[in-house]
T-cell receptor, first 117, second 112 residues
């Protein structure tokens, strides 16, 4: 069974288009994330959601808008795509860490390779 | 800002032992994680340290020294399939939903 699944796996689109990436987790986790991995393989946090609420929004352009219809889903919509948006986008989820249980690792989806041409 | 440093690339021989170092300077610390990422795949969890010392898990061990802001991942009896990137990540705050902050990863090549 797939724990964190995201679609599509590959996305090729033209500059200026709007696109969405979907993510679903069946682990019962409370927290979901979007990470961006650039060509140098640096994995950088974009957004963090806890129980459908936005918790963290790193310095990401307004063109990126996450949406969480329920705690098992976190989709990413990107408006007016630019060449620099080309990267691999990873969705991840984890259980909420608390004192006494901090080893709550994040589980990653397979990634969506976005290519803007 | 958060700073997590690892070597960019390493090469080691099949059957040998390799140590991948990670140093961190972060605004807070609540655990250090190591992930493995094969080319074109998702990162997968390897190990976790929050207290000083060594955690062993089969061929993989991870060490932490909080006073030095230092960790290493030790891989023993290297196999060709261990060729991958190894990512060091820190949970910076003790808030339940704090995302992990990642280093830039170390690409390990295992040669025959």
């Amino acid at each position: 069974d797939t724990a964190v699944s995201q679609t599509p796996k590959y996305l090729v689109t033209q500059m200026g288009n709007d696109k969405s990436i979907k993510c679903e987790q069946n682990l019962g986790h409370d927290t979901m994330y979007w990470y961006k991995q650039d060509s140098k393989k640096f994995l950088k946090i974009m957004f963090s959601y806890n129980n459908k609420e936005l918790i963290i929004n790193e310095t990401v352009p307004n063109r990126f808008s996450p949406k969480s219809p329920d705690k098992a889903h976190l989709n990413l919509h990107i408006n007016s795509l630019e060449l620099g948006d080309s990267a691999v986008y990873f969705c991840a989820s984890s259980q909420v860490a608390y004192q006494g249980r901090l080893n709550t690792e994040a589980f990653f989806g397979q990634g969506t390779r976005l290519t803007v041409v | 800002g958060q700073n997590i440093d690892q070597p960019t690339e390493m090469t080691a021989t099949e059957g040998a032992i390799v140590q991948i170092n990670c140093t961190y300077q972060t605004s807070g610390f609540n655990g250090l994680f190591w992930y493995q990422q094969h080319a074109g795949e998702a990162p997968t969890f390897l190990s976790y340290n929050v207290l000083d010392g060594l955690e062993e898990k089969g061929r993989f061990s991870s060490f932490l020294s909080r006073s030095k802001g230092y960790s290493y991942l030790l891989l023993k009896e290297l196999q060709m399939k261990d060729s991958a990137s190894y990512l060091c990540a820190v949970r910076v705050r003790n808030s339940g939903n704090t995302p992990l902050v990642f280093g830039k990863g170390t690409r390990l090549s295992v040669i025959a």
